[in-house]
């Protein structure tokens, strides 16, 4: 049964906007006329959504917190462009999405179940799976793409264009600069790849077994004696085309563009010797 939307006679809906049942606004949010609010989302209080912004159901959006503004970005020229967040959400104080750019894919996706931390910026046309974790004042740049399951420490940030592969673990007030492969640790400012994420794949229920192969696998991509990055993905791709996870590592990497990854801790180390 269909339950009328609960709005605070503080708040502002401006007419055009769809919200769902049992939605509930707060005081003092505004709602523009594109906005869509599936059901049984919550606004709590001084909410602002902006824009062609879609917010799946059951989420749970706290004070202070602006959903849908447009881009900072020279290049966007006033186009309708969109904001579409999946379900169950959790947007917590401060929190800042914006829509994509004309120019670019013109939409900005976050996938379900998602936690997003006090302060924390999603700018436009990014791209996120589902269950990402942003933990206070993250931030990502324009057109960055994080996998599925990646959680990212607070004070980080993510340069634009770079891609975090999926069950990566990002450490607190690291720099991303270059893209990292699933299932990796990284940490530091600039930031290095560290290693597999051990403690995620754990907890994410993969096998030990698999574990280990994983972190041969790791080891062998970076084996540059044997060849270069790419090469020696495509030797793994094809050594485990049977395992998901060295399957999306290999993938990841062989993808067309011209992509940098983020530096194992041993090249990084290296550099620092050479004084880089």
Known sequence: MSQSPSIHPTAIVEPGAELGSGVRIGPFCHIGPLAVIGDNVELMSHVVVMGDTTIGENCRVFPHAILGAEPQNTAYKGERTKLVIGRNATIREGVTMHTGTGSSRGITTVGDNCMFLAYSHIAHDCVLGDNVTFANNVMIG?????????????????????????????????????????????????????????????????????????RRAYKSLFAYELGSMRENASRLLEEHKDLDSVRDIAEFILAPGNHKYMTPLSDFRARMADGE
């Open 142 to 214: 324009g057109h960055a793409v994080i996998g599925d399951r990646v959680i990212i420490g607070g004070g980080a940030g993510v340069h634009q264009f770079c891609r975090v592969g999926h069950h990566s673990f990002i450490g607190g007030l690291a720099a991303v600069t270059k893209d990292v492969i699933p299932y990796a640790l990284v940490m530091g400012n600039r930031a290095f790849l560290a290693g597999p994420n051990l403690v995620g794949l754990k907890r994410s229920g993969m096998d030990r077994s698999e574990i280990n192969v994983l």
